[in-house]
Structure formats: C-alpha cells, structure tokens
C-alpha cells in the first residue's frame, strides 16, 4: 500500500514537468527542504521496497519448492484465482523493475544536476532536476528501456493491486473482479503516465517543456 502510495505521488511530481517552467525543480527543492522528515520517508520507503523484494523472491522460491516441475498446463481456475499472464510473470517483471530503480536512482537521485537560483530566493540554489531529466531522455536507449520497463510495471501492478486486497477478495467473489478492475484502471494509469514521460520527452526533443 505504502509502495503505491509512492507510485501515485510519484508520477503527479513528474507530470510537473509539463507545469510552469519551474514547477518542478522548485517540487524537488521543496522536498529536500524538509530535511531529517525527508531522510524518514527515504528510510521507510526503502525499507517497504526491501520487504515488498524479499516477500516476493520467498513466494516465488516456495511455490517452486512445493511443485519443482512446474504446471504441465498453466490454466486460471477462474473467478477469484486471477491466474493471469500479470501473476505468472510477477517475478519477473519484479526483478526488472527492481534492476531499473538502481540505475533510475543512480541516474536521478545520485545523479549531479546543475545548480540554479531559486526565484524569489536571492542567494539561494537548487538542482536543476528538470535539465537532467530532459537531457536523460535523449537518449534513445535510455528511453526505451524506461519504456519497457513501464509496461512492465503496468502488469506488475495490476496483479500486485488485486493481491494486497487477496485475503478479503479471495472470500467474496464479487468484491474480488471489483478488486481486479480497480487495481488494472490503476496500473494502466501509471502505466500511461509513466510511459508519456520519457517519451514525450524524447519525440519533442523536450523543447516545449
Ligand atoms: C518517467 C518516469 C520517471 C521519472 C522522470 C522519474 C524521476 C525521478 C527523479 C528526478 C528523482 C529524484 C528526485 C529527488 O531526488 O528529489 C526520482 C527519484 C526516485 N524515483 Fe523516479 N522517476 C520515474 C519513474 C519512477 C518509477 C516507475 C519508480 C518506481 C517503480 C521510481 C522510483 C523512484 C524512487 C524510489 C526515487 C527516490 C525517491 C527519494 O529518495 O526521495 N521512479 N525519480
């Protein structure tokens, strides 16, 4: 839940790029100006990703435990089972995912933006997220790989959605389609929203921004 929550706002702070022309480094500003409370909601944020890896990687490896040859015929048993291609590929698409947010921070977080002055703020700097973001994407590798990898977070969140509600859904039938449909309206929104980003930003040149 935590996790989502992040994805969520996540993307509202990068659609500020397409917001005033300074919208978004003073978002990034603004956020490390909150000093020991950002280092916080770092810390647990990292501590949510760490546990959401381990969980996954132990479900995996005791599902392959209990039936080490696998399925001969993968098939849904339907309703509230949602064996689809999202839950049978979780794994991956995890370990994915988890391989682009090491160079997505090593590129953003740690990366070396330039400094700027902060309007309004004589004598104050802040990082030029969004120049770095801009050049970021033009490359065309880069781009593409951010681009896969956003399709691929659309079905991992799909299924993972429905899976944190599993134990209430798995009960009533009804509530779990529900379940699953508000949690793909939800992946394809990240998804989308994600995905625009880098390439917009590489088809414009990012000129308009
Ligand atoms: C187009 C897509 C994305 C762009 C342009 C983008 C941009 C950025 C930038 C500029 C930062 C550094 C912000 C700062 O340090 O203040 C950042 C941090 C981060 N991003 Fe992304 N991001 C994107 C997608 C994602 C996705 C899909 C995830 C997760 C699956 C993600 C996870 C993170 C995390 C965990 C941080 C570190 C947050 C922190 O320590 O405060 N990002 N991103």
Redesign the pocket.
């Known amino acids: 839940m935590g996790l989502m929550i992040?994805?969520i706002e996540?993307l509202y702070g990068?659609l500020l790029?397409f917001s005033d022309s300074q919208a978004y480094n003073l978002y990034?500003y603004n956020?490390?100006q909150m000093g020991w409370l950002?280092y916080i909601?770092?810390a647990g944020?990292a501590l949510f990703?760490i546990y959401h890896a381990y969980l996954g990687i132990s479900i995996y490896l005791n599902r392959k435990k209990a039936r080490p040859k696998g399925y001969i015929k993968y098939k849904s048993q339907g309703g509230p089972s949602h064996q689809t291609i999202s839950a049978k590929t979780m794994i991956f698409t995890g370990i994915i995912?988890l391989i682009?947010?090491f160079l997505?921070?090593n590129t953003?977080?740690f990366g070396n933006p330039n400094m700027i002055p902060v309007p309004g703020h004589p004598g104050q700097q802040m990082q030029d997220?969004k120049s770095?973001?801009v050049n970021t994407f033009q490359s065309p590798l880069y781009t593409f790989f951010?681009a896969f990898?956003?399709i691929l977070?659309g079905f991992h969140l799909g299924h993972g959605f429905w899976s944190a509600f599993t134990s209430l859904s798995m009960k009533h039938k009804k509530f779990s389609s529900f379940i699953y449909t508000v949690g793909a309206i939800f992946a394809v929104l990240m998804a989308v929203g994600?995905l625009f980003?880098?390439l917009f930003i590489y088809f414009t040149g990012g000129t308009t921004l």
């Open positions: 992040f994805i996540h990068n790029l990034t956020l490390e950002l909601a770092e944020l990703f995912i682009f947010l997505h921070l953003f977080k997220m770095l973001v951010y990898v956003m977070l994600f980003i880098p």
